[in-house]
């Protein structure tokens, strides 16, 4: 159980498109779903907290109208990624939570994101 | 500031070896918790200790939860092959987000 899917797991694209990455939670509702980046050789840092049925929480320094993340189902979560540039290359994973609390998080296999 | 500093960064060992690795703090946290993550895939939990002093074993690997609740450590007996990965550890502060380490690169060498 407490599986997490992504999708893609990889896609390449070019600068000035957007990019949309979907997570889902698929034996499991999870109210709480979290997106992480991860540059190279680097550790997990949290963009944004998202609560189904509201607005997510974005961390300090992480561009809401950048990142666009919309948590409609309790199982569905996707992370847009708007005029995306060279910069934002990293790999995005996400986590479901199947409480409020942060304990209990399943991470999702990871999609990485290359922009040209 | 790093809360969570891990030890060491990274460690290269003989298949057979024993291996500890630190997970540091000066804030207490209300959980730990060890994920093991593969290159190009997402972390995996490994385990969550949340009682100062906890000790938790999963086959070769044993967990410790400081008395404090500031600070954790992973020991690996005799280190195969497999175990090889990015250790990261990461601590809850209640309902507060899970802060991550910048993880333990271990390499096990046949």
């Known amino acids: 159980g407490a599986v997490v899917s992504q999708h893609p797991s990889w896609v390449i694209c070019k600068s000035g498109t957007s990019v949309k990455i979907e997570c889902r939670s698929l034996d499991f509702q999870a109210t709480t779903m979290f997106w992480y980046r991860q540059f190279p050789k680097q550790s997990l840092m949290l963009m944004a907290t998202s609560n189904e049925g509201s607005k997510a929480t974005y961390e300090q320094g992480v561009e809401k109208d950048k990142f666009l993340i919309n948590h409609a189902s309790l199982t569905l979560s996707t992370l847009t990624v708007t005029s995306a540039h060279p910069e934002d290359s990293s790999f995005y994973i996400c986590?479901?939570?199947?409480?409020?609390?942060?304990?209990?998080?399943?991470f999702g296999p990871g999609t990485r994101l290359t922009v040209t | 500031t790093q809360l969570l500093e891990q030890s060491p960064q990274f460690l290269s060992i003989q298949e057979g070896e024993n291996l500890t690795v630190y997970c540091n703090s000066s804030s207490v946290f209300s959980s730990l918790q060890w994920y093991r993550q593969e290159p190009g895939e997402g972390p995996v939990l490994l385990v969550t200790?949340?009682?100062?002093?906890e000790v938790k074993k999963l086959k070769r690997l044993t967990f410790q939860f400081g008395d404090a609740r500031k600070d954790s450590s992973l020991h690996i007996t005799a280190a195969q092959p497999g175990d090889t990965g990015l250790y990261l550890c990461?601590?809850?502060?209640?309902?507060?987000?899970?802060?991550f380490g910048k993880g333990t690169k271990l390499t096990v060498n046949p």
């Open positions: 990461a601590g809850a502060k209640g309902s507060e987000k899970l802060v």
């Open positions: 200790v949340v009682t100062g002093g």
């Open positions: 986590s479901a939570g199947s409480t409020s609390g942060v304990d209990e998080q399943y």
